[in-house]
């Protein structure tokens, strides 16, 4: 029983990568199409430009939004479409080896320091946000926090025994970590861009 529960939570962790990164994938797809239609007319009016704050265009013109010399979103594309394959590999019975995983912790750690990189830059420098930026970023905060933990109860990340009780409780209160992780982030964006909300009221 218990080697099929831990089959069972291996297909679940499976799922939830190729949940996380499909929503990822998404919305790296709809900026591309964006940045695609802002090349061809810069004046086009993108669907994300929705009020003075939630504008995204102002977002995809910034030199942030090129941070290795090309559009961020190909990031996007191509790292959530090698986390799918690595989803879909475990639904076929994939085992990969330690190395393997502590690649991809590798790219989660990037991915998450990058995507708050952004987060930064994206309300205290460019002063606008990007409705699906946040998707990437929130697919992002998950990946990284249930690829960590998955690492940890594998042993692929070797901490002393002593850590054994907090790797429980961060397991148990993988989501809260997330949740709590979200609501700092709205709670800076409320704060910071409050001059304006309250005008809404």
């Not at 089959?7 to 990164?21: C, E, G, H, T």
């Not at 929130?138 to 901490?159: G, R």
Request: charged share 10%; proline share 2%.
């Amino acid at each position: 029983m218990a080697k099929l529960a831990r089959l069972d939570n291996y297909k679940k962790f499976a799922a939830f990568l190729v949940i996380a990164s499909a929503i990822g994938l998404a919305a790296a797809f709809i900026l591309t199409i964006e940045k695609i239609q802002l090349l061809k007319n810069p004046v086009t009016q993108l669907s994300c430009n929705i009020n003075p704050i939630v504008a995204c265009g102002s977002v995809i013109q910034s030199k942030q939004a090129e941070a290795f010399g090309f559009a961020n979103p190909i990031i996007g594309l191509v790292s959530f479409g090698v986390i799918i394959t690595i989803g879909m590999g475990m639904f076929a019975g994939a085992k990969y080896k330690r190395w393997f995983w502590l690649g991809l912790e590798a790219g989660t750690v990037f991915g998450v320091l990058f995507s708050m990189w952004l987060f930064y830059q994206s309300v205290y420098v460019i002063q606008a946000l990007c409705p699906y930026c946040m998707v990437v970023w929130a697919a992002v905060i998950a990946l990284f926090v249930n690829v960590t933990i998955f690492n940890l109860n594998q042993k692929f990340i070797k901490l002393p025994a002593k850590y054994d009780k907090l790797i429980k409780f961060l397991t148990t209160y993988k989501w809260w970590v997330v949740l709590i992780w979200y609501l700092i982030i709205l709670g800076l964006i409320a704060n910071h861009f409050w001059y304006y909300w309250k005008t809404l009221f």
